[in-house]
């Protein structure tokens, strides 16, 4: 295994500063120029000495994204374009609870109030949307803030 031991050494130095899934490490060492049959066999081997699970990435990454205000359909799409199967991310995607981090991420832009005025009460969902929380999600956030301008952090 000569060949392969500096693709190794650079996918635990990886390893070494945050949980990978397979595919983002594949990619990592394809872009340094390492032969591929290399990069499998040492993957592969990481994958046997549990350096590397797709599964602790995915525990990983679910933790840190919902705690920077996403939610999980963004979360969801993230781990799919990573590698991750749909099974794997929604048995993790399930086990949060989104409301706070959906409230908490409502406030932190726009106050404590949610806004009587139309346009800009459908700005304040549009937000939710786009950071990735459900209808649902963001219906319940709104129903449990106050509505009114005061405090409203726009």
Not at 125 to 139: M, S, V
């Amino acid at each position: 295994m000569l060949t392969t031991k500096p693709v190794r050494h650079k996918a635990l130095d990886l390893l070494a500063r945050r949980e990978h899934s397979r595919l983002e490490l594949h990619k990592k060492l394809v872009l340094r120029e390492y032969p591929r049959d290399d990069i499998e066999a040492c993957l592969s081997e990481l994958e046997a000495d549990n350096l590397l699970s797709n599964e602790r990435f995915c525990e990983a990454y679910v933790r840190m994204r919902s705690r920077r205000g996403y939610g999980p359909n963004h979360v969801g799409l993230a781990l799919q374009q990573r590698g991750i199967s749909d099974s794997m991310a929604q048995a993790h995607l399930v086990l949060v609870d989104w409301l706070p981090f959906a409230e908490q991420c409502f406030v932190k832009k726009f106050g404590s109030h949610v806004s009587a005025d139309f346009t800009e009460r459908t700005k304040q969902q549009q937000f939710l949307n786009y950071r990735g929380y459900t209808a649902e999600q963001i219906k319940q956030v709104f129903n449990r803030l106050p509505t009114g301008d005061l405090g409203n952090g726009v």
